[in-house]
């Protein structure tokens, strides 16, 4: 079960944002047409983002489904370095963590470098940067190290790991 991402390098219909339950919280995912643009995490909840029952389908098939692939177009971001990290997070399966010196010398760069990648993913959860750690804890997420987005950090890996497949 994983996240399968194609990569889109345009796509021309107006932008929406609407919000899909996931097992930490709240996502608002941006879509153009079939293709998602963003992903941030909702800290507090925003009734003016409407719900989509088609991408909440899509979400509880992968969170509830342990056979289900889900396959999403994502719009092209980044920097080609950017591009190679964000790939090998979805390398990670599902329950599993990496740290970000062992991604860091896959990718021959280093931790550093791969934490701002990590830091700047405009996919959260749909490329796993939740899934890397520091060799001394927890490391960091979307950017903070302690907060309402470190608590998302700790319920999607409790959830990956109560669930692994």
Known sequence: MAFVVEWVEQCRKPVKDIRVE???????????????????????????????????????????????????????QGTPFRRRVWAELCRIPFGETRTYAALAHVLASSPRAVGNACRDNPYAPL????????????GGYCGVTEGALMDVKIKLLRFEAEHRR
């Open 127 to 138: 490329i796993p940067c939740h899934r890397v750690v520091s060799s001394a804890g927890l």
């Open 22 to 76: 996931t097992p930490a919280g709240w996502l608002r995912v941006s879509v153009s047409g079939d293709v998602m643009v963003g992903g941030d995490w909702i800290i507090e909840t925003d009734s003016r983002i409407s719900r989509d029952r088609e991408w909440q389908n899509r979400f509880d098939a992968y969170w509830h489904d342990g056979k289900v692939d889900l396959a999403v177009k994502v719009l092209a």
